[in-house]
């Protein structure tokens, strides 16, 4: 990890939640490397912001707890 603030934070977060996103079953977008999909969950990160859209409220619970 890196410490906040500096030029490389932004790009070690981003790797450090995509591995972590890609080794619990999402999918990330060949178009928008900043979009993850898997069964019903769509997680769209921009910067620093995330963005969590769920068919039901169980499955975004879910991967809400995992992180």
């Known amino acids: 990890m890196s410490l ?3 030029r490389q934070a932004g790009f070690n977060w981003f790797s450090f939640l ?11 977008s060949y178009v928008e490397p900043c979009l993850f999909y898997s069964n019903g969950i769509v997680i769209l990160i921009y910067v620093h912001d995330t963005l969590f859209i769920a068919k039901n409220q169980s499955s975004l619970s879910d991967i809400l707890s995992a992180l």
């Open 18 to 28: 995509t591995k972590f996103l890609l080794e619990n079953g999402f999918t990330q």
């Open 4 to 6: 906040y603030g500096l």
